[in-house]
């Protein structure tokens, strides 16, 4: 029981490390300040390009900054009380961190929440941002059949079959955090990319989670916080469902291509007290 525990923990840590909740760019943070979010009780990890050579804040009482390498662990920082230390439940302050010769600025906001947050920093957007572990899932619709050829006939002007537009790329990945108690809410983190070349809508009100049949009720944090992404545009974020029992969800989330206005849907089966990183 201790070795599957163990076990356990470290599946999770590991899986926790790879979602990135935002990238940012060194050439953006240079100029204006990036936001990061931190919980009580939780960690937020700041992954660097390069080896963090300082981090400062003017409210160091607010946030506790710990690290090394180009890795940073912010957590909400203790205040005295008449029975004690206790984590500091809101609040906003600065962040500077200096990394490869450059000064990045950052605002901190301190609220409660109930996940960890990973965010991920970048030289450059030539980069790239890592929006999923996995390889791409695509989502197609399926290509319409080529014409039939027919032989010209005189005086009749023959003309090429147009190719069928190209069919919405989704990448959509989802890693499951079950809780370790039977409160029964599950979070699953998303991210999505849109890879086509067409903007594409996920609204939230065509977003389901379904148990046994029976919708479950949630709710969703994203970042960016819109429903259309452009072509080349990533989101994140977390989906809190409440009332899940042991076994298995079912995510259903319909998106629209804008421009032809086609439909499709995202659907995914999550086990609800495990955790797995999908992405078929």
């Known amino acids: 029981m201790k070795y599957t525990l163990v076990a356990a923990m470290a599946l999770f840590l590991s899986a926790q490390a790879q979602v990135v909740l935002k990238t940012y760019y060194a050439e953006d943070l240079v100029r ?23 981090a ?10 710990e690290g090394g390498g180009p890795r940073l662990l ?9 029975t004690g230390a ?12 200096e990394v490869g010769g450059r000064t990045l600025l950052f605002t901190v ?19 790239g941002g890592t929006y999923a572990p996995s390889p791409a899932p695509t989502a197609t619709a399926p290509a319409s059949p080529p014409a039939p050829s027919t032989p010209a006939t005189r005086g009749t002007s023959t003309t090429s079959p147009q190719p069928a ?13 079950a809780p370790a108690d039977a409160s029964g809410k599950v979070s699953i983190f998303f991210n999505l990319e849109n890879r086509g070349s067409n903007p594409v809508s996920f609204a939230l009100n065509d977003l389901q989670i379904v148990q046994e049949g029976r919708p479950l009720p949630f709710e969703v944090r ?3 916080l819109k429903a259309v992404l452009r072509p080349g545009e990533g989101q994140s974020g977390v989906i809190v ?20 206005g086609r439909t499709f849907v995202l659907e995914r089966s999550l086990l609800g007290k495990t955790l797995e990183i999908q992405s078929p």
């Open 222 to 224: 994203r970042d960016p």
């Open 165 to 177: 537009p190209a069919a919405p790329s989704i990448r959509f990945t989802t890693t499951v955090e």
């Open 109 to 127: 906001r301190i609220s409660p929440g109930e996940y960890p947050r990973r965010y991920q920093i970048l030289l450059k957007r030539s980069q």
């Open 74 to 82: 912010l957590s909400a920082g203790m205040v005295g009380t008449a």
């Open 32 to 54: 204006t300040p990036g936001l990061i979010e931190v919980s009580p009780g939780f960690t937020t990890v700041l992954d660097f390009w390069d080896q963090v050579d300082a």
């Open 56 to 65: 400062f804040s003017a409210k160091r009482e607010l946030l506790r900054i």
């Open 86 to 97: 206790v984590p500091v439940k809101s609040g906003m302050t600065d962040l500077v961190v």
């Open 241 to 260: 469902v409440s009332g899940a029992k042991p076994g298995e969800l079912l995510l259903r989330w319909r998106g629209v291509e804008l421009g032809p």
